[in-house]
């Protein structure tokens, strides 16, 4: 079973790369964000494998940490959570915004994957919790009181952007880093400017 490869990126394609190692080219399924981050054709490169075995199949899955690897492994062995949906998740959240998103309980957060409605997303986060160990996550900066409205103010407007036709990756980049102690009227006020900024 392979864990880790480390060679030369040789081709990449949106959702995959292939990997030079002692003359043999190497197959990795990958989120695009890590497609992204492995740099330029002819670069050395160094990725964390799940290597995913089927009856009729086997595929190599990277990861550019270890952390973001057991994230992956956590969710595809959750209850219809299979790799394309693993891979989704993780490239919506990384696993310390996972772990905040399961802390406040953010339903919202888990809808902007692509593929997850809110039924589906209900069932995650309870079995999500169960399976997702990350002790080196700090979690009690996202579980006070103050810090669950926030969310919760967050994730109103996240439903009124998602309902206002605008993609997953729009809002992500709509609400980054937006003041944590303002309203949800404000925010959104706030999220719809950038969005029109960036049109």
Do not use: W
């Not at 981050?37 to 490169?45: N, P, Q, T």
């Not at 009729?56 to 992956?72: P, W």
């Not at 996202?142 to 919760?152: G, L, N, Q």
């Amino acid at each position: 079973m392979i864990g880790t490869l480390r060679g030369t990126l040789i081709d990449r394609g949106a959702n995959d790369v292939i990997i030079e190692v002692a003359g043999v080219g190497y197959r990795v399924t990958a989120s695009p964000a890590t497609v992204v981050a492995l740099g330029e054709l002819g670069a050395d490169v160094f990725v964390h494998i799940h290597h995913h075995y089927r009856e009729d199949d086997q595929t190599l899955y990277g990861f550019t940490s270890r952390e973001e690897r057991l994230c992956f492994e956590a969710l595809i062995s959750a209850h219809g959570v299979g790799p394309s949906l693993g891979l989704a998740i993780l490239g919506v959240h990384d696993p310390a915004g996972l772990a905040t998103v399961l802390a406040t309980e953010d339903l919202a957060a888990l809808c902007l994957v692509p593929g997850v409605g809110k039924k589906t997303a209900q069932r995650l986060l309870v079995e999500l919790k169960e399976k997702l160990d990350m002790p080196d996550v700090d979690l009690t900066s996202v579980s006070s009181p103050a810090s669950s409205a926030a969310a919760s103010e967050l994730a109103d407007v996240r439903e009124a952007l998602a309902g206002l036709g605008y993609g997953a990756d729009e809002i992500q980049a709509a609400l980054k880093d937006l003041p944590s102690n303002a309203s949800a009227s404000v925010l959104l006020k706030q999220a719809l400017q950038r969005l029109a900024v960036s049109s």
